[in-house]
C-alpha cells in the first residue's frame, strides 16, 4: 500500500497527519461556540450539536471505508476523502445558517471517515504483529492530543480573526496533504472485492444517530421528553436489527467475533466509558473558564494546554508503567484516578491559584494519556492477524461515537445541572458546571468494574514482545 519510492514511515506520519486533522475538527470549535451562537442566534450550550454532528458521520461511515478502498484503491479513496474535508471545511467558513453549517459538518464528516482506510490498510496489513502496537500508537496519538489541542487553537483564532478562520485553516493543509498522498500512496486494490453488508450498515448508523439525538433532546433548555424515549426505542430496535443482521452476513460489518475476545471486548464497553468521560473535560472545561471564570477565548483554550503537557510528558514513561504495573492494575488503578481528577475540577473556582488549576489540568492529563493508550494497546493483543481489519474498522468507529457521546453527555449534564438549580442554560453558574463534572466522574467508575473482570496476565505477551523493545 505504501510507495516504493519513499520509507513507510513517511506514510505512516502521513496517516497520523490526516487523523490529527479529522479530530482536531471534532473539538476546535469548543471555545469559538459563545461567538459562532451569536452568528447563529442560537445558545452556546446548544451548539455543541456542531460537533456530534459531525463526530457521528465519522462514526457512521468509518465502516464502509475499508470496502470503498478495496474496490477503488486506496489513494483514490484518500485523495477524494482529503478534497471532501476541504471542500466541506470551506462551506462551514462561508455558511451564515445553523442548518447549513450543520450540513457542512456533516459532509465534513463523511470526508474525515474515508480518510480511515489509508491508516487501516497501511498499518495494519504491512505491520508485523510484534510492530503493529507500537505503529498503532503513532496513529493513535493525534486522537488523543487534538482534542485538547483543539480548544486552544479555536481559541486563538477565535480571539483575535474571526471563528471562520477555523475552517479556513483546512484548505492549506488539505493542498499539502493531497500532494503528499500522490507521492506516497500506492493505488493497490483487492483482488477478491468483498460484498458490503448494506443492512448492517444502515441499522448500525440509524442506531447511532437515534442515540445521539436522544441524547440532544435532553440536553436542550427545553427538552422534549417523549420524542427523546420515542429515540432511545428505536435506537435499541436498530442495534438488535444490526447485531441479528450481522450474524447472517457473509462479510459482517460488526465482527462479533472478536467481542469473544475478552480484552478486545473490555477496550469496547468499558473503554468506550473511559472514553466518554475523557472526551467531556475538552468541552466543559473552556466553557466553564469562558462563562464562569471571565477569561477569553484564548485564555481559556490555553489553559487546556496544560492537558496536553500531561498527555506528552507520560508517552515517556508509558512503557516502563506498563511493564511495571501491567494491564490489569494500570486499567483500574488508573481509571480510578481520572474520576478522581475529575471531580477536581469540581473545586476549581476564579480565585482558585493559576498553578493549581494547571497543575490539576497537568495531572488530568497524565491519566487520560496512560489511561488512553492502554485501552488502545490491550484492544488488539489477542485479536489474529486475520481479524485485525475487521475488529480495527469497528472498533475505530466506536471510539469516534464514544467521542461524540462526550459531548453530547457533557451538555446533557450541563442540562441537568442547571435544571436542578432551577436555571437555564443561558444563565449556566460555576455550581452548574461543577454538578456537570460530578455527573460525569461517575464514567469512569463503570469502567474501573470493567477492567476488574480482565484475567490478571491479560496482555503480557505483548509487554514481552514489543513494549519490551
Given at each position: 500500500?505504501?510507495?516504493?519510492?519513499?520509507?513507510?514511515?513517511?506514510?505512516?506520519?502521513?496517516?497520523?497527519?490526516?487523523?490529527?486533522?479529522?479530530?482536531?475538527?471534532?473539538?476546535?470549535?469548543?471555545?469559538?461556540?459563545?461567538?459562532?451562537?451569536?452568528?447563529?442566534?442560537?445558545?452556546?450550550?446548544?451548539?455543541?450539536?456542531?460537533?456530534?454532528?459531525?463526530l457521528l458521520a465519522l462514526a457512521i461511515f468509518i465502516p464502509i471505508s475499508g470496502w470503498v478502498a478495496d474496490r477503488m484503491g486506496?489513494?483514490?479513496?484518500?485523495?477524494?476523502?482529503?478534497?471532501?474535508?476541504?471542500?466541506?471545511?470551506?462551506?462551514?467558513?462561508?455558511?451564515?445558517?445553523?442548518?447549513?453549517?450543520?450540513?457542512?459538518?456533516?459532509?465534513?464528516?463523511?470526508?474525515?471517515?474515508?480518510?480511515?482506510?489509508?491508516?487501516?490498510?497501511?498499518?495494519?496489513?504491512?505491520?508485523?504483529?510484534?510492530?503493529?502496537?507500537?505503529?498503532?500508537?503513532?496513529?493513535?496519538?493525534?486522537?488523543?492530543?487534538?482534542?485538547?489541542?483543539?480548544?486552544?487553537?479555536?481559541?486563538?483564532?477565535?480571539?483575535?480573526?474571526?471563528?471562520?478562520?477555523?475552517?479556513?485553516?483546512?484548505?492549506?493543509?488539505?493542498?499539502?496533504?493531497?500532494?503528499?498522498?500522490?507521492?506516497?500512496?500506492?493505488?493497490?486494490?483487492?483482488?477478491?472485492?468483498?460484498?458490503?453488508?448494506?443492512?448492517?450498515?444502515?441499522?448500525?448508523?440509524?442506531?447511532?444517530?437515534?442515540?445521539?439525538?436522544?441524547?440532544?433532546?435532553?440536553?436542550?433548555?427545553?427538552?422534549?421528553?417523549?420524542?427523546?424515549?420515542?429515540?432511545?426505542?428505536?435506537?435499541?430496535?436498530?442495534?438488535?436489527?444490526?447485531?441479528?443482521?450481522?450474524?447472517?452476513?457473509?462479510?459482517?460489518?460488526?465482527?462479533?467475533?472478536?467481542?469473544?475476545?475478552?480484552?478486545?471486548?473490555?477496550?469496547?464497553?468499558?473503554?468506550?466509558?473511559?472514553?466518554?468521560?475523557?472526551?467531556?473535560?475538552?468541552?466543559?472545561?473552556?466553557?466553564?473558564?469562558?462563562?464562569?471564570?471571565?477569561?477569553?477565548?484564548?485564555?481559556?483554550?490555553?489553559?487546556?494546554?496544560?492537558?496536553?503537557?500531561?498527555?506528552?510528558?507520560?508517552?515517556?514513561?508509558?512503557?516502563?508503567?506498563?511493564?511495571?504495573?501491567?494491564?490489569?492494575?494500570?486499567l483500574v488503578g488508573n481509571g480510578l484516578l481520572v474520576g478522581v481528577t475529575s471531580l477536581l475540577f469540581c473545586v476549581l473556582t476564579?480565585?482558585?491559584?493559576?498553578?493549581?488549576?494547571?497543575?490539576?489540568?497537568?495531572?488530568?492529563?497524565?491519566?487520560?494519556?496512560?489511561?488512553?493508550?492502554?485501552?488502545?494497546?490491550?484492544?488488539?493483543?489477542?485479536?489474529?492477524?486475520?481479524?485485525?481489519?475487521?475488529?480495527?474498522?469497528?472498533?475505530?468507529?466506536?471510539?469516534?461515537?464514544?467521542?461524540?457521546?462526550?459531548?453530547?453527555?457533557?451538555?446533557?449534564?450541563?442540562?441537568?445541572?442547571?435544571?436542578?438549580?432551577?436555571?437555564?442554560?443561558?444563565?449556566?453558574?460555576?455550581?452548574d458546571f461543577h454538578l456537570a463534572f460530578l455527573f460525569t466522574a461517575s464514567l469512569s467508575l463503570f469502567a474501573v468494574v470493567d477492567?476488574?473482570?480482565?484475567?490478571?496476565?491479560?496482555?503480557?505477551?505483548?509487554?514481552?514482545?514489543?513494549?519490551?523493545?
Amino acid at each position: 500500500m505504501t510507495s516504493r519510492r519513499f520509507h513507510p514511515t513517511y506514510t505512516v506520519l502521513l496517516v497520523a497527519g490526516t487523523f490529527f486533522m479529522e479530530n482536531l475538527d471534532g473539538t476546535v470549535i469548543v471555545t469559538a461556540l459563545p461567538q459562532m451562537a451569536k452568528a447563529f442566534h442560537v445558545d452556546a450550550i446548544n451548539l455543541n450539536v456542531g460537533m456530534t454532528a459531525y463526530l457521528l458521520a465519522l462514526a457512521i461511515f468509518i465502516p464502509i471505508s475499508g470496502w470503498v478502498a478495496d474496490r477503488m484503491g486506496a489513494r483514490t479513496v484518500f485523495l477524494s476523502a482529503i478534497s471532501l474535508f476541504t471542500f466541506a471545511s470551506l462551506i462551514c467558513g462561508i455558511t451564515h445558517t445553523l442548518p447549513a453549517f450543520l450540513a457542512a459538518r456533516v459532509l465534513q464528516g463523511v470526508g474525515g471517515a474515508m480518510m480511515v482506510p489509508v491508516g487501516r490498510l497501511v498499518v495494519l496489513r504491512n505491520t508485523e504483529k510484534s510492530d503493529l502496537v507500537r505503529a498503532l500508537a503513532y496513529v493513535a496519538w493525534p486522537g488523543l492530543l487534538a482534542p485538547v489541542l483543539g480548544p486552544p487553537i479555536g481559541g486563538f483564532i477565535t480571539s483575535y480573526l474571526n471563528w471562520r478562520w477555523i475552517f479556513y485553516l483546512n484548505l492549506p493543509l488539505g493542498i499539502i496533504a493531497l500532494l503528499l498522498a500522490r507521492l506516497l500512496i500506492d493505488n493497490d486494490k483487492e483482488h477478491e472485492t468483498r460484498s458490503f453488508d448494506w443492512k448492517t450498515f444502515l441499522c448500525f448508523g440509524g442506531a447511532c444517530t437515534a442515540f445521539l439525538y436522544a441524547l440532544e433532546a435532553c440536553g436542550v433548555d427545553h427538552p422534549d421528553y417523549a420524542r427523546a424515549g420515542l429515540s432511545l426505542a428505536l435506537s435499541a430496535v436498530l442495534a438488535w436489527l444490526a447485531l441479528r443482521f450481522s450474524r447472517t452476513s457473509s462479510s459482517p460489518l460488526i465482527d462479533l467475533e472478536s467481542f469473544k475476545i475478552k480484552t478486545y471486548a473490555s477496550s469496547m464497553s468499558g473503554g468506550s466509558a473511559a472514553r466518554v468521560a475523557i472526551s467531556v473535560a475538552p468541552f466543559l472545561l473552556p466553557l466553564m473558564f469562558e462563562s464562569a471564570f471571565h477569561m477569553t477565548e484564548f485564555q481559556a483554550g490555553s489553559y487546556l494546554l496544560a492537558l496536553f503537557a500531561g498527555n506528552f510528558m507520560l508517552k515517556f514513561f508509558t512503557t516502563r508503567l506498563l511493564r511495571h504495573f501491567r494491564f490489569k492494575a494500570i486499567l483500574v488503578g488508573n481509571g480510578l484516578l481520572v474520576g478522581v481528577t475529575s471531580l477536581l475540577f469540581c473545586v476549581l473556582t476564579p480565585t482558585t491559584p493559576k498553578l493549581i488549576i494547571l497543575g490539576i489540568l497537568f495531572i488530568s492529563g497524565l491519566t487520560r494519556s496512560m489511561q488512553f493508550t492502554a485501552v488502545y494497546t490491550l484492544a488488539f493483543a489477542d485479536v489474529p492477524k486475520q481479524r485485525l481489519s475487521a475488529a480495527n474498522s469497528f472498533f475505530s468507529a466506536m471510539v469516534q461515537l464514544s467521542m461524540s457521546m462526550g459531548i453530547a453527555v457533557g451538555a446533557l449534564a450541563m442540562h441537568a445541572a442547571t435544571f436542578l438549580h432551577g436555571r437555564s442554560n443561558e444563565t449556566a453558574t460555576l455550581a452548574d458546571f461543577h454538578l456537570a463534572f460530578l455527573f460525569t466522574a461517575s464514567l469512569s467508575l463503570f469502567a474501573v468494574v470493567d477492567a476488574l473482570f480482565l484475567a490478571p496476565n491479560a496482555g503480557d505477551h505483548l509487554l514481552e514482545t514489543t513494549l519490551a523493545r
